[in-house]
């Protein structure tokens, strides 16, 4: 797709002649032109003649001179550089349809011609990474990170604190006691169990007490 207008870009000058930094609108990634070498070069030798002949022109002499020089320096371009600077990098930019922001190659969807914030694959792609992330334990590893840092926090308030509770059974997310619905997914909370002979707290799939054998209920 061709693109008419340009990003935001500035214009600067290290020394080798004009050159533009465009930005990319979404993450102002910078794309820069070629110095404008041959029309520095240009310019240059021409200017250098003519400082040589103005310092020798009564009256004007060495601040005519010394202008000229200070100009090989400058930092405006005319209209057909402008556009050959944009020419040489348009390549590596792309219009999003929906919101109209010129943006990078790795800001944009080349597939649906979105950028990557508007693309309507954007939930597929969240889905994939998602799926990735299990399929790599990324998820498995924050939960087992949830609940060694609950354990460690009820230890360091050396254990007068109230116990955390079971983790739920679907996404492992510290319950408090007494609590019947997970707080972050909705499943219901598996309900602890005590032995009806000498109260011990028995396991959710036990079927007899540990400590003195009584069928559970």
């Known amino acids: 797709m061709a693109l008419e207008r340009m990003p935001r870009y500035d214009i600067s000058n290290d020394g080798m002649g004009p050159y533009v930094v465009f930005y990319c609108d979404r993450c102002n990634r910078e794309y820069r032109s ?3 070498i041959a029309t520095t070069v240009k310019e240059s030798v021409t200017r250098g003649a003519l400082g040589g002949l103005l310092r020798n022109v009564p009256i004007l002499g060495d601040t005519a001179a ?3 020089d200070n100009d090989r320096y400058r930092t405006d371009m005319s209209p057909d550089e402008l556009a050959s600077a944009w ?3 348009r390549q590596y930019f792309r219009e999003c349809q929906t919101c109209h922001q010129i943006v990078c190659i790795p800001d944009f969807d080349e597939t649906t011609g979105f950028c990557d914030e508007e693309s309507p694959r954007r939930a597929e792609v969240e889905a994939a990474m998602k799926g990735v992330a299990d ?3 990324i998820s498995g590893a924050i939960k087992s990170s949830m609940e060694a840092a609950a354990a460690r926090q009820q230890a360091e308030s050396g254990g007068d604190a109230a116990p955390a509770g079971v983790p739920c059974t679907s996404c492992g997310t510290p319950l408090a006691p007494g609590t019947k619905f997970c707080a ?3 499943t219901p909370a598996a309900q602890p169990r005590s032995c009806a002979n000498c109260g011990t707290e028995l396991a959710a799939a036990a079927k007899f007490c540990a400590n003195c054998g009584t069928p559970a209920a």
Request: charged content about 0%.
């Open 34 to 36: 070629n110095p404008s």
């Open 66 to 68: 010394n202008q000229v």
């Open 87 to 89: 020419g040489q990098t």
């Open 135 to 137: 399929v790599f334990g």
């Open 184 to 186: 972050n997914c909705g």
